[in-house]
Structures are given as C-alpha cells and as structure tokens.
C-alpha cells in the first residue's frame, strides 16, 4: 500500500459518547469484520470493558475502504474516554494525523473533550467534528452542531452527523476520513524508524511493541534495537490489528501494527521509545 492512500487517526470522545458503537460500524461497513461475526464493543476485549461498556485498553485496528475505484487503508487507534486514562490518549494521538472529535447530540461538548481535543490541537492533528448518535429521540442534533462550529470557529456544514446504532453517516464519515485527514509524510530516510506507542507480553513471544512506522520499513528476521534502552533483538514477527493479530512480510512507512522481540524482560520496553536498524540506527524520536 502506498503511503499517500494511508490514513492514521484516533476518536476523540467523553465516556459514552458513543465511541465504541460508531467503531463496531466502521469494522463492519468496511467489511473488516462480517456482519454474521459482529459482537457489541469489538474492540474492547477486557471483561471489564464489555461489562461496563467503557474502554480501558488502547486497541489498534486496520481496516480497508474504497473510495472512487482507490483502495485506502484506515488505521484507528481506539482510545480511552474516560479521565482516569488520559495518559493512553496521548500516546495515541502521537502515532496519527487525524482525530474524529465525537460529541452526543443528546449532552453537547464536556469540558474532559475539550482537554483532549486541545492536546489533538497542540500536535497539528486534522479534527473532523461528528455528532453522534442522532437516532435518539433526545438527539438535539442541530443545536450541537451549531455549538461545535461556534467553539471551533467552523462553518456548521463541516459538521458531521452520525448513528453508530443504525449506520447513518457513517459511510460519509469514512469518506470524509479520506478526504481530510493527511496521509502520513513520507521521508528520505531509509532506514527503520518506528514510534513505540504500547506493548503488550505474551509468555511464548516476549514483548509484543505496537509501532507506527515513521521512517523505513521492517521485515521479519531483521536486526533492531530500542534507541532509549538499548535492547538489542532480532524481530521474530511483524503484523498488523485486523483487530486480531495478521502476521505480514513487512511494515512500511506510515503503517501501525506490531513487532514480536521476543525479549522476555518487562523493563526493556518503553512507551515513547523508538525501535530502529541495529546496524545503522536512527535517532529516537520524541517521547512521551
């Protein structure tokens, strides 16, 4: 996939606002996950998470979408709404372009969505404002939309209105994702250099790291290292979220997805780190 028909972003929303509903939607219209196979809060897979219906746990996903005959792949990093987790929005706000800034049209904007939107703001990231859930009978959706352009200083048609419940808008809104949000900026450098935004472990692998790819590219078997720590690994594996893990050749420049080390010591892994060429490394990029 070229990078010019890749697009990064993160949802931007208070505690349901609708955040989870309006991802499952976008997993099924993009045909990522079938519909026959469809559960409520795909992405969130603590039992804490489904139980209570809010999300904890940062969860990638790629998913493809067509637009005028032009594939594109659409990478989401579903993130917390609620304050407690504010430190997991920012680590994936670092790792896109673009942020959907999801507001309820039955509670209008809160002041945590402001931080967080401010925070989207200060890294230059593109915001596409969407008022959800408009199939409420308490949806005031047209008095949100007008407060969401005032606060933005916005033209009102640039607000998007949408139904993770019935699908309405959504298909504009992935359109709208392609339209506006940039695609990842390519660069000279050659060499692998790939943003550590989260990591998980698995007792057989070790540390799985969650990486956007900002320069270069990375295939299994190749020689890295962590630019902070200076652990030095042969990388086991490498996919992508479709949600679940999707072993692949290679990660290129502008994907998101996963490196297996195969390190077995927790403290070797940072957040914020930057994974590079052990041969002929690269600087880190700026941390968290």
């Known amino acids: 996939m070229e990078v010019k028909n890749?697009?990064?972003f993160s949802i931007i929303a208070h505690i349901d606002h609708g955040k989870s509903t309006l991802a499952d939607r976008m997993l099924e219209m993009t045909g990522t996950i079938e519909k026959r196979k469809m559960k409520e809060q795909v992405l969130d897979s603590m039992d804490l998470e489904r139980e209570r219906g809010i999300t904890i746990k940062m969860t990638p996903v790629r998913m493809s979408y067509t637009v005028n005959a032009t594939?594109?792949?659409?990478?989401?990093?579903?993130?917390p709404g609620h304050i407690d987790f504010s430190y997991e929005v920012s680590r994936s706000?670092?790792?896109v372009e673009g942020a959907i800034l999801l507001v309820d049209a039955t509670q209008g904007i809160q002041a945590q969505t402001i931080t967080t939107l401010t925070m989207a703001q200060d890294l230059g990231l593109t915001i596409i404002p969407v008022v959800s859930k408009i199939d409420?009978?308490?949806a005031r959706t047209e008095d949100v939309k007008k407060e969401i352009a005032d606060f933005l200083s916005l033209p009102l048609h640039d607000i998007l209105g949408v139904s993770g419940k019935t699908g309405e808008g959504v298909h504009q809104l992935l359109s709208a994702i392609i339209s506006r949000i940039p695609a990842p900026v390519a660069s000279k450098e050659k060499e692998l250099q790939g943003l550590v935004f989260d990591f998980e472990y698995s007792p057989h692998r070790g540390i799985i790291v969650f990486t956007r790819i900002m320069n270069g590219s990375v295939k299994k078997g190749d020689s890295l290292i962590f630019k902070?720590?200076?652990?030095?690994?042969?990388a086991t594996g490498v996919g992508v979220f479709v949600p679940e893990e999707k072993p692949v050749t290679e990660l290129t420049i502008g994907e998101i997805g996963y490196i297996v080390t195969g390190i077995k010591n927790m403290s070797k892994a940072?957040?914020?780190?930057?994974?590079?060429s052990f041969k002929n490394p690269l600087p880190a990029l700026s941390g968290y």
């Open 6 to 8: 890749i697009r990064n």
């Open 270 to 276: 940072l957040v914020g780190d930057t994974v590079t």
């Open 71 to 79: 594939s594109y792949i659409l990478n989401l990093i579903d993130t």
């Open 228 to 234: 902070v720590t200076g652990e030095h690994f042969e």
């Open 93 to 95: 706000l670092k790792a």
């Open 136 to 138: 409420s009978q308490y």
